[in-house]
């Protein structure tokens, strides 16, 4: 996965693989994502939105900064998917009765009957695409990308407060 040369070279075969498995994600996720907003498509959804949901309603009314923190992006990022679904019905976006200034974020009627109806052939979708894997390799999948996705967030974590304490 695009490892030629002097760069190929220049890796231990250890750092090789890690960064060839880096590249073959970045590659899978754009795939994945593509095919998801196809799906998503005839409801007027985007996979990012409909992530966004997935997390407002796992985490119950959370505020737009804990979304962010559980979709690894950015306040912002997220204040931007939430005003698009709120225009198209699925969530609605008001203020934290204890601070005003903070916005709560909760999915409707709407989105709550879209995914209903959707939820049966979404999944089905999903295991075709994961069908070449064994019960097994699915399982150790799961837990290898777990632990991948902590270690970039702590070395996230770490890289923002030193750049924190630089900046102090």
């Known amino acids: 996965m695009g490892l030629v040369g002097a760069e190929a070279a220049a890796l231990e075969e250890d750092a090789a ?10 590659v899978l996720a754009q795939e994945l994502r593509t095919r998801m907003d196809q799906l998503l498509r005839e409801d007027g959804l985007t996979t990012q939105q409909a992530a966004l949901l ?37 969530i609605r976006i ?3 009765p204890a601070d005003r200034r903070i916005r709560r974020l909760a999915t409707t009627a709407q ?22 894997l064994t019960a097994g390799e699915a399982r150790d999948l799961f837990r290898l990308l777990l632990k991948a ?6 070395a996230a974590t770490s890289s923002k407060r030193r750049s924190d304490e630089q900046a102090s």
């Open 111 to 132: 989105s709550d009957a879209t995914w209903h109806r959707r939820s049966d052939a979404d999944q089905r979708q999903v295991l075709e695409w994961f069908d070449q």
């Open 54 to 90: 997935t997390v407002i309603d796992a985490i119950s009314e959370p505020s737009i900064g804990q979304a962010a923190e559980a979709l690894g992006t950015t306040h912002q990022n997220v204040r931007q998917l939430a005003d698009a679904l709120e225009r198209k019905g699925f």
């Open 149 to 154: 996705q902590a270690s970039v967030r702590a």
């Open 17 to 26: 693989t890690r960064i060839r498995t880096f590249r073959l994600i970045l």
């Open 94 to 96: 008001a203020a934290d």
